[in-house]
Structures are given as C-alpha cells and as structure tokens.
C-alpha cells in the first residue's frame, strides 16, 4: 500500500517542519495551499522552497489543489461540513482533477507530503484531499518537532 505524510504548520517553526519531514524520509512537500503566503517566517512559497531545498527535500505547489476563500472561511468558522462541500466542487474543476492526478502519479514514485496550516489533520482540508484524491494510500499525519 502506497503511503501519503500530512503536516501543519500551525504554531511550528520551519526548522521543526523540515526535522519531521526528515526523520519520515520525506523527499518532496507538496504545498495544498490556494495561496502559499504566512505571517510565519519562512512558510510564504519562495522562503518555503529555499528553507526545504536545504533540508533537502523538493518543494511543489499544488494551487489548484488549495481551498478557494470561501472554504477558508469555513474552516475559520469551524464549518467542517461547509468546508467540506465547498472543497469538493475545488476538487472537481478540471484544474484540480489534473493536479489530482500529477500528485497521485508524483505519491507513487516518492515520500510525499502534504503541507498546509492546521497542525491537526483532521481540521484541515488536506485529509479530504487524501481521502478523494488519494484513497488507497496509508496516511502517516506528522507533527513538527516542537525544539525545531
């Protein structure tokens, strides 16, 4: 069975992201997030890529296959059943169906993450990406070191 890792960002340093992503021999993060910007350091795209080069590990964005501003407001909300309707009609516009696809084909060959904000999974669009996108694949949820 093919394996999926998962990681927010959420009250994490780059350093501690990049530590887990290691120890789980992770060798490209592909970022979910409609739009790649934080008010953390380091987790806007261009920072975000250049902080896991040095970790050694690919860096990916996946624009597509991010949540559009209204399931962001959902998920502000904590609409989870909003959120979740909201990102199913994303997931099935031609765009997204075509990255669907590049990240399913890319999570075969290689250790594969998913990064987005909430440090739990299961508040985060990213497990419903897995879970239409990628639904026969082992799914490891990491957490960034906390000394990071």
């Known amino acids: 069975m093919p394996v999926i890792w998962t990681i927010g960002y959420e009250q994490a340093t780059v350093a501690g992201v990049m530590a887990a992503l290691n120890?789980?021999?992770?060798?490209?993060?592909?970022?979910?997030?409609?739009?790649?910007l934080s008010r953390r350091p380091g987790f806007s795209k261009s920072a975000l890529a250049a902080n896991a080069r040095e970790a050694g590990v690919?860096?990916?964005?996946?624009?597509?296959?991010?949540?559009?501003?209204d399931g962001r407001a959902a998920a502000?909300?904590?609409d989870?059943?909003?959120?979740?309707?909201?990102?199913a009609a994303q997931l099935d516009l031609p765009e997204?169906?075509?990255?669907?696809?590049?990240?399913?084909?890319?999570?075969?060959?290689?250790?594969?993450?998913?990064?987005c904000y909430e440090r739990a999974a299961s508040e985060c669009h990213r497990t419903l990406l897995r879970k239409a996108v990628l639904p026969d694949f082992e799914v490891v949820d990491l957490l960034p070191d906390e000394a990071g």
């Open 23 to 36: 120890r789980a021999g992770v060798d490209l993060l592909a970022d979910v997030r409609a739009l790649p």
């Open 96 to 115: 997204a169906v075509i990255a669907g696809a590049q990240l399913a084909e890319l999570a075969r060959e290689r250790k594969v993450a998913l990064l």
């Open 76 to 78: 502000r909300r904590h």
């Open 80 to 87: 989870h059943a909003g959120l979740a309707r909201i990102y």
């Open 58 to 69: 690919e860096y990916r964005h996946f624009k597509a296959l991010g949540t559009p501003a």
